[in-house]
């Protein structure tokens, strides 16, 4: 789902246990063990990506607005849901950015669908097979685009600010705020396994 240049590692099933660094532990001092252990897993997952782009594991700490902090030099992107999580990560100097997340595969709740995108939207996906959970699949693609927007522009992205069209494993997001330099995103997503992950990236001109 991911070009070549960008190191992926993920892991399925409950989470291993894994060491935090002290500057990272801070920032789950007060979470439940789920929580925390969540937290240190998909540490764990960027921490081995990390080492295949030839860097010694450090601390991925978290921004007073609970963004990753990578190490110079790093772009990248992490998610966990019930049974998954993955992160994923690239050079700088290669890539602007790195978007991706992971969801449950089910249906949005009754009432969500209208918060999360237009009508539009919503009619384009009455063209995509239900049990693929389009509305789900979109969701997630809006997510990995934030993922993208967020550590470039600094400023929140609204559901109504993005416009994606999904394709056959692909996606369009159509960005209708400036901030980023390009109004277009081109993502992919896959649909197995119980899951959706979706993912978006931004390279260098």
């Known amino acids: 789902m991911l070009p070549a240049g960008i190191e992926v590692e993920e892991h399925v099933g409950p989470p291993d246990v894994a060491p935090l660094f002290p500057e990272e532990a801070v920032a789950v001092a007060g ?3 789920a929580r925390r252990a969540e937290y240190a897993a998909v540490r764990a997952c960027a921490r081995t ?16 607005d609970r963004a990753p902090v990578w190490p110079p030099g790093v772009v990248g992107s992490m998610t966990h849901c019930d049974g998954y999580r993955a992160a994923a990560v690239a050079r700088s ?3 602007v950015a790195v978007g991706i997340d992971a969801e449950v595969l ?3 709740p009754d009432g969500v669908g209208p918060l999360v995108m237009s009508e539009t939207e919503r009619e384009a996906l009455r063209s995509v097979d239900p049990a693929r959970c389009p509305d789900r699949v979109l969701f997630s693609a809006k997510e990995s685009v934030y993922k993208v927007w ?8 609204g559901f109504e600010d993005v416009d994606v069209r999904l394709g056959d494993g692909t996606f369009v997001a159509r960005i209708g705020r400036d901030g980023l330099g390009v109004d277009e995103l081109h993502g992919r997503w896959a649909a197995r396994g119980g899951l959706v992950v979706t993912a978006v990236t931004l390279a260098l001109r």
């Open 150 to 157: 967020y550590p470039q522009v600094r400023t929140w992205l």
């Open 31 to 33: 979470a439940v063990p």
């Open 93 to 95: 100097d290669e890539w």
């Open 49 to 64: 990506a990390l080492g295949r782009l030839g860097l010694v594991a450090g601390p991925i700490p978290s921004a007073p």
């Open 106 to 108: 089910a249906p949005l």
